[in-house]
């Protein structure tokens, strides 16, 4: 069975920077489940998968468009501490933040006084992407989980 839209997905991968540096890798883990066609994972890679089958490997290197997005500088705002911890906040603290667009994740970049830095980009934003895939295995999705928009793997807990 190739990957296609509505394929539930399983895959092992190692994702490094231009550097070579590994970023993340489910090596020693679960392999990732995903849903094809449904924004699980990012678009340059789903591209990339498509017409694959189960015992395939996959390298490819995805610009930051095909991947995380660019950077935008708009993303980065000053905000009064209050407003985003009660805990103590430090450099490099994930801090959940309400925006126009709902609740976001932030990455802290500096803190003065009562305000902090916050970085809405992704952290992967304006990276190239060299992803190293292993399709572990592909089958039908579930119409439960096509409704959901995303898989369920035997005993892992609902998302
Ligand atoms: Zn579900």
Redesign the pocket.
């Known amino acids: 069975m190739q990957i296609a839209d509505q394929k539930a997905v399983t895959i092992h991968y190692t994702l490094k920077d231009d550097e070579g540096t590994v970023l993340d890798s489910s090596k020693g883990r679960e392999p990732l489940g995903y849903l094809q066609g449904a924004e699980n994972i990012v678009p340059g890679l789903e591209k990339a998968l498509a017409g694959k089958a189960a015992g395939e490997t996959v390298q490819v290197t995805l610009t930051p468009e095909e991947g995380y997005g660019l950077r935008d500088d708009k993303n980065v705002r000053n905000v009064p501490l209050r407003k985003i911890s009660d805990k103590k906040v430090t450099v490099g603290t994930q801090v959940q933040l309400r925006t126009s667009e709902g609740a976001q994740m932030a990455t802290v970049t500096a803190v003065r006084g009562d305000y902090a830095t916050v970085d809405l980009n992704h952290p992967l934003a304006g990276m190239r992407l060299h992803f190293d895939v292993e399709v572990v295995a592909v089958r039908d999705a579930t119409p439960?989980?096509l409704?959901?928009?995303?898989?369920?793997q035997p005993g892992g807990h609902?998302?």
């Open positions: 439960e989980e409704t959901h928009g995303h898989i369920h609902h998302g």
